[in-house]
C-alpha cells in the first residue's frame, strides 16, 4: 500500500513538472513580446539577445494614447463597438435557430447543420469578395455595420453548433410541464429553455466576442478611416516602409491582448462548464 501512494506520488510530481515545463513554453511567447516591449530598439536587436530589459523603455507605452492618425482609446472603443454587436447578433440568431434544429426535424435538416459546419471550414479570403459587393450594394461599406455583420458571421456557425446539444438535452417532459402551467412555445422557450442552456449561450456569447475582437480581415477591408477602424488594424501604424518598430508594435500588441485576458481569468467557469457540458450532452 505504501508503495502504491509513494508510485502515485512520483507520478504526480512528474506530471506537474511536465505540466509546469509545457506551461512555460506556451507562455514564452508573451513573455517575450511584453519583455521586447520594454526595450529599446537598439537592445532588441542585440546578439545574443537579452532575457530582460536592460534599459527600461516605457515610450512605447506611452505612444499608444498620444493623439494622432492612431489613438488606442478610440481604437478600443471602435473594437468594443463592433465586438458587441457582432455577440449580439450571433446569439440572437443562434440561440432560436440551434432551437429550432435540436427539437425539430424537417427536410434539409442535416444538410443544415452541414452547411454550418462547412461555413466554419472557410477561409476568411474566400468571403471577403462577395461580402464586399454586398456591402456596397446596400451602402454600409466603410461603416461599423459592415464590421459587425461580417463578424457575426463567425460565431453563428459555432453558436448554433454549440448550443444544439444543449437544446437537444432538455427532456420534452420539461416543455410539456411548462405548457400545462400555461406558457405558450415562446414563454417556455424564454423562461425555461434558455435558462437551463445558460452556460452554452455564455461560451457562445464569449467566443463570438473573441472572435469579433481579433478579427483583422474584415475591419480592414470593409473600414477604410482609420478613426473607425477596430485595434488590431492598429498594428499597420508600427510597420513602416523602412522599417518596423517592434518596441512599439509589441507593446501594441500587450495593449490588445488585455481584454482577452481578462475575458478568460473572470469567465473560464463558463467557457469549461459549457464547453464540457456541451460536448458531453447530446
Avoid at 56 to 81: C, H, I, P, W
Avoid at 160 to 182: C, M, Q, T
Wanted: aromatic share 16%; proline share 5%.
Amino acid at each position: 500500500m505504501d508503495e502504491e501512494k509513494k508510485l502515485t506520488k512520483n507520478k504526480n510530481i512528474l506530471f506537474g513538472i511536465i505540466s509546469v515545463i509545457i506551461l512555460c513554453a506556451l507562455l514564452f511567447p508573451l513573455y517575450w513580446a511584453f519583455i521586447t516591449s520594454l526595450k529599446t530598439e537598439q537592445e532588441i536587436f542585440l546578439n545574443p539577445p537579452t532575457f530582460y530589459p536592460h534599459v527600461l523603455n516605457t515610450k512605447s507605452y506611452a505612444a499608444q494614447v498620444e493623439t494622432g492618425d492612431f489613438n488606442m482609446f478610440r481604437s478600443f472603443a471602435n473594437s468594443f463597438v463592433i465586438s458587441i454587436g457582432a455577440t449580439f447578433i450571433a446569439v440572437l440568431l443562434a440561440v432560436p435557430a440551434s432551437y429550432g434544429i435540436a427539437k425539430y426535424h424537417f427536410k434539409g435538416r442535416k444538410v443544415m447543420l452541414l452547411s454550418f459546419l462547412v461555413t466554419q471550414m472557410l477561409p476568411v479570403s474566400v468571403l471577403l469578395t462577395p461580402m464586399f459587393i454586398m456591402f456596397k450594394n446596400i451602402h454600409v461599406y466603410n461603416t461599423w455595420i459592415a464590421a459587425v455583420l461580417a463578424d457575426a458571421t463567425i460565431g453563428i456557425p459555432f453558436s448554433v453548433l454549440i448550443l444544439k446539444n444543449y437544446f437537444s438535452s432538455i427532456p420534452k417532459d420539461l416543455e410539456e410541464a411548462a405548457y400545462l402551467d400555461g406558457c405558450n412555445k415562446f414563454t417556455a422557450f424564454i423562461r425555461i429553455l434558455i435558462p437551463i442552456a445558460k452556460p452554452g449561450v455564455m461560451v457562445c456569447a464569449i467566443f463570438s466576442f473573441l472572435y469579433a475582437w481579433g478579427d483583422l480581415a474584415y475591419g480592414m477591408t470593409f473600414i477604410l478611416d482609420q478613426e473607425r477602424r477596430p485595434i488590431t488594424a492598429g498594428i499597420f501604424n508600427f510597420m513602416g516602409q523602412y522599417g518596423t518598430k517592434w518596441s512599439y508594435l509589441t507593446a501594441f500588441a500587450v495593449v490588445t491582448i488585455i481584454p482577452v485576458a481578462l475575458i478568460f481569468i473572470f469567465m473560464q467557469k463558463y467557457i469549461v462548464s459549457g464547453m464540457t457540458s456541451g460536448a458531453v450532452k447530446g
